[in-house]
Structure formats: structure tokens, C-alpha cells
């Protein structure tokens, strides 16, 4: 089979002056899409006033090894600078087929000390950030009758991770704009999905020891991210984990349940409470619609 290759395709990456979102830009450009380095260039707390080097230097490795790369230092954190970046990949390469939502800062604490700045600023960045680029594409990849949009969730998200309230809120609001957009942008060859990745970079430098993040390369979970942005990708809605070469879908799934007719009562609940938490037999339910008919399908059963 041949090679997947991106030629003619204009993609985004956010956050794609250091770690993954790099990673990602460097991989893209070298199978001929046209990027856009999108970065900030803060401190891994968002903090800083900016600088253009990152995205820069990552633009220039692109071109020094024969690629097409434009450096864009908006921040995804508005609708303002959103829409900058859409505008930088129109006015340089005069389309858009390919978003990454990549852009991301961490500020760690218990929920005890988080203050609402902490909360606020990694919401904005992660999930605002995460729907104000999309927002601003959207119309643009609806006009190519193409898109593939990926989003970066993460593990502290789907399963929880300690001092990480605010950051497992932001990532799994990621997934839930996933699901919908899966069923917004179908009909139109747009297909979203995230995924969870496991990668040594800046963020995890300070609580991963050297040895693990030299095994967790970025380069080895760009490739699938590579592939969901192809043509030939017809994956749409899903959630992939992904670190060091090892790749799982995951997903939300719903136990078959138990039902309690007639009167509904607290101790009904504590007599069924191990058939509603039995997971055998569970399924994935396709959207909010399916979830109103299984219950109706019990109530009838
Ligand atoms: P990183 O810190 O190397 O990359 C994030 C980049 O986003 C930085 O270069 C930063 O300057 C940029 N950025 C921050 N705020 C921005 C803004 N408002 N606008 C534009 N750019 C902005 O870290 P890493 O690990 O490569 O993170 C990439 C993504 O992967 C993030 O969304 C992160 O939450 C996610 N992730 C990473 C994991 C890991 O193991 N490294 C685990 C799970 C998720």
C-alpha cells in the first residue's frame, strides 16, 4: 500500500512550538501538509509574556528539511486570537483541511488550595481554547466538504488524577465536544476525535523520572495522530489513548441496568445496586437519543 501522505492538505497545529504539538507538525509537513506552528510561546503554567522562538525554530526545522511551515503566535484562549490563527493558515496557504488542538498549561493543586485564576486560566486554554480554534475553522472545512479536527484529552480526564481538578474538567469537556461534533460534521467529511496521550515533555518533566520520559518519545504517538487527520481515516468520535507505540480506543459505556417499576424507592435502589453497577454486558450508546431509548426499552421489557 502506499504511503499516507498529506499533500495539497493546510493543517493547524496549536500548541506546536515544543512537546507533541511539535512532534505532530514535524511529522505532518514531512508527508507535504502545508502547516501552521501555532504558539504562545509561555511557560508550561501559562504564565510569561510570550515569545515567537518557539514556533520559529519549529518552522524552521520544518523548511530546513524541505517542508512548507508558517509560524502563528496567537492565543487559542480567545475568539480573537482563534480566529488569527484560521486566519494565518488562509492568507499563507489559502485553506484549511486539518485542526490540532494541541495548546495546553498546567497549574496542579488540591482542590483545597485551587484558586478560581487556576480554574479559570486552564478551562480557557484547554476547553475554550479547544472550541474557539474549531469555531473559527469550522465554516472553512464545511466549505472544502473535508475536515479532520483532533482534540487532546487526557487520562487525568477520562480516569481522574490527583491536584488535577481543573484539568480533568477541561479535558473530559474536550470529550464531550467531541461527541457532538462526530454527529455535526459527518455529513459534511468532517470527522473529530481526541486522544489521550502519555508523552515525556515539559509538562510531565517535573513528576516523571528521566528514564520514563526517554521511553515516552512524542514521536511515538504522533503517528496515530497522524493517521485520524488522513483522508482514508474514516474513524470519527473516538477517543485514543496513546504513548510510547501502544494505542487503545476508549470509551463511555453504560451497564444494561436494572429497572424498578411502580413505586421508585430508595431501598428499591439499595436491592438493585449491584445489577446497576454490574458492567457485563454493557454497550456504547451513539448519542443522548440512544440513552432515552434504552430506558424506554427497559420500562417495556
Ligand atoms: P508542552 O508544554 O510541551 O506543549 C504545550 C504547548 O502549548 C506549549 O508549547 C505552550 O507554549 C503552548 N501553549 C500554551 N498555552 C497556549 C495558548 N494559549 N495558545 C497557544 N499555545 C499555547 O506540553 P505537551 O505535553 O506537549 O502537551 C501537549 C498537549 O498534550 C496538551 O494539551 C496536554 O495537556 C496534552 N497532554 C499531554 C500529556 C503528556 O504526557 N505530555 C498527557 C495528557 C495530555
Same mark, same amino acid.
Given at each position: =500500500?502506499?504511503? +499516507? !501522505? @498529506?499533500?495539497?492538505?493546510? %493543517?493547524?497545529?496549536?500548541?506546536?512550538? &515544543?512537546?507533541?504539538?511539535?512532534?505532530?507538525?514535524?511529522?505532518?509537513?514531512?508527508?507535504?501538509?502545508?502547516?501552521?506552528?501555532?504558539?504562545?510561546?509561555?511557560?508550561?503554567?501559562?504564565?510569561? $509574556?510570550?515569545?515567537?522562538?518557539?514556533?520559529? *525554530?519549529?518552522?524552521?526545522?520544518?523548511?530546513?528539511?524541505?517542508?512548507?511551515?508558517?509560524?502563528?503566535?496567537? $492565543?487559542?484562549?480567545? /475568539?480573537?486570537?482563534?480566529?488569527?490563527?484560521?486566519?494565518?493558515?488562509?492568507?499563507? @496557504? &489559502?485553506?484549511?483541511?486539518?485542526?490540532?488542538?494541541?495548546?495546553?498549561?498546567?497549574?496542579?493543586?488540591?482542590?483545597? *488550595?485551587?484558586?478560581?485564576?487556576?480554574? !479559570?486560566?486552564?478551562?480557557? +486554554?484547554?476547553?475554550?481554547?479547544?472550541? @474557539?480554534?474549531?469555531?473559527? #475553522?469550522?465554516?472553512?472545512?464545511?466549505?472544502?466538504?473535508?475536515?479532520?479536527?483532533?482534540?487532546?484529552? $487526557? #487520562?487525568?480526564?477520562?480516569?481522574?488524577?490527583?491536584?488535577?481538578?481543573?484539568?480533568?474538567?477541561?479535558?473530559?469537556?474536550?470529550?464531550?465536544?467531541?461527541?457532538?461534533?462526530?454527529?455535526?460534521? %459527518? *455529513?459534511?467529511?468532517?470527522?473529530?476525535?481526541?486522544?489521550? /496521550?502519555?508523552? &515525556?515533555?515539559?509538562?510531565? %518533566?517535573?513528576?516523571? /523520572?528521566?528514564?520514563?520520559?526517554?521511553?515516552?518519545? /512524542?514521536?511515538?504517538? $504522533?503517528?496515530?495522530?497522524?493517521?485520524?487527520?488522513?483522508?482514508?481515516?474514516?474513524?470519527?468520535?473516538?477517543?485514543?489513548?496513546?504513548?510510547?507505540?501502544?494505542?487503545?480506543?476508549?470509551?463511555?459505556?453504560? #451497564?444494561?441496568?436494572?429497572?424498578?417499576? &411502580?413505586?421508585?424507592?430508595?431501598?428499591?435502589? !439499595?436491592?438493585?445496586?449491584?445489577?446497576? =453497577?454490574?458492567?457485563?454486558?454493557?454497550?456504547?450508546?451513539?448519542?443522548?437519543?440512544?440513552?432515552?431509548?434504552? +430506558?424506554?426499552?427497559?420500562?417495556?421489557?
Amino acid at each position: =500500500m502506499a504511503d +499516507v !501522505r @498529506f499533500d495539497g492538505r493546510v %493543517a493547524i497545529v496549536t500548541g506546536a512550538g &515544543g512537546g507533541l504539538g511539535r512532534s505532530h507538525a514535524l511529522l505532518l509537513a514531512s508527508r507535504g501538509a502545508k502547516v501552521v506552528v501555532n504558539d504562545l510561546g509561555g511557560a508550561f503554567d501559562g504564565s510569561g $509574556s510570550g515569545s515567537t522562538t518557539m514556533a520559529q *525554530k519549529v518552522c524552521d526545522e520544518i523548511k530546513a528539511a524541505g517542508g512548507e511551515a508558517v509560524p502563528d503566535y496567537n $492565543s487559542v484562549s480567545t /475568539p480573537d486570537g482563534a480566529a488569527g490563527i484560521v486566519k494565518t493558515a488562509l492568507d499563507t @496557504f &489559502g485553506k484549511l483541511d486539518i485542526v490540532i488542538n494541541n495548546a495546553g498549561i498546567l497549574r496542579d493543586k488540591s482542590i483545597v *488550595k485551587m484558586e478560581e485564576e487556576d480554574w !479559570r486560566k486552564v478551562i480557557q +486554554v484547554h476547553l475554550d481554547g479547544s472550541y @474557539f480554534v474549531t469555531k473559527a #475553522a469550522w465554516e472553512h472545512l464545511r466549505a472544502n466538504n473535508f475536515g479532520r479536527v483532533i482534540f487532546t484529552t $487526557s #487520562a487525568a480526564g477520562l480516569y481522574g488524577n490527583f491536584g488535577q481538578t481543573n484539568y480533568s474538567a477541561a479535558k473530559m469537556g474536550i470529550v464531550g465536544l467531541v461527541n457532538t461534533l462526530k454527529l455535526e460534521g %459527518a *455529513k459534511y467529511n468532517i470527522y473529530s476525535n481526541a486522544i489521550a /496521550p502519555i508523552a &515525556g515533555t515539559r509538562l510531565t %518533566a517535573t513528576v516523571m /523520572p528521566q528514564p520514563m520520559l526517554d521511553m515516552l518519545k /512524542p514521536e511515538a504517538v $504522533s503517528p496515530m495522530v497522524a493517521y485520524l487527520c488522513s483522508e482514508e481515516s474514516t474513524v470519527n468520535g473516538k477517543i485514543i489513548s496513546a504513548g510510547a507505540g501502544h494505542f487503545a480506543v476508549a470509551q463511555m459505556v453504560e #451497564a444494561k441496568g436494572a429497572t424498578i417499576k &411502580g413505586d421508585v424507592s430508595i431501598e428499591g435502589v !439499595r436491592e438493585k445496586l449491584d445489577q446497576i =453497577m454490574d458492567l457485563e454486558g454493557a454497550v456504547t450508546l451513539g448519542n443522548a437519543g440512544e440513552a432515552g431509548s434504552k +430506558v424506554f426499552a427497559a420500562l417495556s421489557a
